[in-house]
């Protein structure tokens, strides 16, 4: 406990400012989550960090999460999604000079994880350049939720929700978690306005996010249950991984652009 506690502190010391500043930190700092995110990926496949299909996953994972003021300079004709598709076309190339030793299996994991985790974090950049508002307000839906549904579900937790998933999780603090996301961040919302959206909008839209934020929890509780791991990384002693600490936010953030808020 003590572990986690000193990890908690002082990886906010580190986080909160950069949110708060904004700008090229944060750019610098999605790119950096997204390549140890893809590593733990990478590393859960039994993949070396350093090979060819690993440099083509960080790169691919870059190309997804870079601002689109960033990648400004490309042709007309080459959107940033395309740029991620020769990345894929090149991990599909890794199989044959291989010889099958990198797989189509291996090319289809590492391709999906580069999407999921790239659209996330650059969404992550999306929500912070409108304003800290939408990004703290993604934050603290995630946050609520999760602590929310850790106390009604000690509480209160009698029926699992997904024991061959992740055992500890119950419907009762599932949708405590949800319940206290939708007060708290309405509440929020209600003095700090996100533009272009009313009051009743954001009470429905957070009731949305709660659940896809523990979708996304349970997803990543999944993937882990599938390779045998008990977390993604060790980055965060006590706390594991980057998709640990990020696995729900992952799945917020592109909601929120479905949503029409980013």
């Known amino acids: 406990m003590r572990q986690r506690v000193i990890t908690a502190v002082v990886a906010l010391l580190i986080f909160i400012p950069i949110i708060v500043m904004g700008g090229i930190w944060v750019d610098i700092a999605a ?4 390549i140890v995110a893809i590593s733990e990926i990478l590393v859960m496949k039994k993949k070396l960090l350093i090979s060819p299909e690993s440099v083509i996953a960080y790169l691919g994972v870059c190309s997804l999460i870079l601002p689109n003021a960033w990648t400004s300079f490309l042709p007309g004709h080459l959107s940033q999604n395309f740029v991620f598709f020769l990345f894929v076309l090149m991990l599909l190339l890794q199989t ?3 010889r ?3 797989s189509f299996d291996d090319a289809g994991v590492i391709a999906l994880g580069m999407l999921y985790i790239g659209m996330g974090f650059h969404y992550f950049i ?3 350049g409108l304003g800290l508002t939408v990004l703290l307000y993604a934050l603290f839906i995630v946050w609520v939720t999760d602590s929310g549904a850790y106390i009604f579900g000690r509480m209160f937790g009698k029926h699992k929700l997904a024991p061959r998933i992740s055992p500890n999780k119950t419907w009762e603090g599932s949708i405590g978690g949800s319940l206290a996301a939708t007060i708290l961040c309405t509440i929020f919302v209600a003095f700090y306005p996100i533009a272009g959206h009313s009051l009743l909008q954001m009470f429905i839209f957070t009731i949305i996010l709660s659940i896809a934020g523990q ?3 349970l ?3 999944a993937l ?3 390779y045998g791991v008990k977390d993604s990384g060790k980055i965060l002693p006590g706390h594991g991984g980057i998709l640990d600490r990020f696995d729900s936010l992952l799945f917020v953030l592109p909601m929120l652009h479905l949503l029409a808020v980013i």
């Open 126 to 128: 999306a929500a912070r």
């Open 215 to 217: 979708f996304g929890d």
């Open 31 to 34: 790119l950096a989550l997204g």
């Open 100 to 102: 099958n030793l990198f």
């Open 96 to 98: 044959v000079l291989s």
């Open 219 to 221: 997803i990543e509780s």
């Open 224 to 226: 882990k249950r599938y």
